[in-house]
């Protein structure tokens, strides 16, 4: 297929028209640049990277796979166009807000995808650009759902491609939707059975329609296989997503009443090896698990300290990489003096904002329940509507049957 011109046009001199077109540069050496010159001194004009937005200078930086890949001897018309469409999402990341550079890249990859109209990965990527753009205030979930009908047509050609699986499960991560994606999370772990992250992404579904034994199953099928990985590859650290997918698994047992197995997963974290990364998922887990099982057993005392300790936590300590740096960490503001009951009433990536007190003595009631936010850093949905009915007789003050 003969390569797309980015650009076209007419070159006007004199009174000849030329017809112009501008490609993207196959090779390295078909690179071309155009000096700006200054017309009264002569001199080149210095090139600044600004910010769209703020009109402030950024540095222009690369990350190194993409300078490797840019500077490759072959490299096709739409490898190069690739390349241009990620570099958009890295350049100058600690200068531009997330946001705004995922939605640039949403752009380009959507430029790509009409370029290369037959091209799968395309719009499998297109469609993963898409849900990381989302805008959670949107009710009507217009990006995940156009995201989802691409992803659609893409598994009637490829049922067993783990991507179009994984986005899928992200487009429809919201409770509206989720029901509509029960058998692709039924599928996805059989497509990658050797992958944590592919074990652990059903749980999503299922933890959104109330699916509690599903998500027991599918979390401890992720634990055995972390542990094997991270055993075989790195045996003095944890896998990245053993905090996370314990996040979970504690909320499946809790929403099952089967406290014990939920109390031993708490009691697991300090003895937890360092974490091979550092991420925010880590961080929020180790956080929010010991709240969660103090709340959810209506252990209003315990969880009004754990609750203050969410709330400075990811302040305090933005990057953690070992639990026994976190868990002491947490219980070092649980010292300080806790201002009230606080309720976490968002989602993860607001947390530190959205808090709200009931006051010194004066307990919530026992149907606000810890809200869980979804595994992407992007997802603000919660999952409160789908929870079951935890049917217990009080017996006696700190007893339950």
Known sequence: MAARANWKGVLKIGEVAYPVALFTPALAAERI????????SGHRVHREYVDAETGE???AKDPEAILQGKSAKTQTPREAEYLAAIEIFYRVYDKIDQKVRAERYEQAMQRLHEHYPEDAEAAIFYALALNGAVDFDDKNYTKQLKAAAILNEEAKKQPNHPGIAHYLIHSYDFAPLAAMCVSTAQLYDKI???SPHALHMPSHIYSMLGMWEDSVRSNLA???AADDYAAKNFPDRTHPIVPHLSDFLVYAYLQTA?????????????NLKPSLVAQLSIDTALAAIPARFALDRGRWNEGRSYLFAIANFPQRSRSPTSPARSVPHAQAILKQPAPGLLIWTGSKQNLPRRMTTTGPGKPASRNRRLRHGSCSPRASVTRHSVRCARRRTSTMPGKRT
Do not use: C, W, Y
């Open 192 to 194: 990658a059975p050797a």
């Open 33 to 40: 640049a155009f000096h700006i010159l200054n017309r009264k």
């Open 57 to 59: 200078r950024v540095e």
């Open 258 to 270: 089967r406290d014990g197995d939920a109390q031993q997963v708490v009691e697991s974290l300090p």
């Open 222 to 224: 992720t634990k055995a």
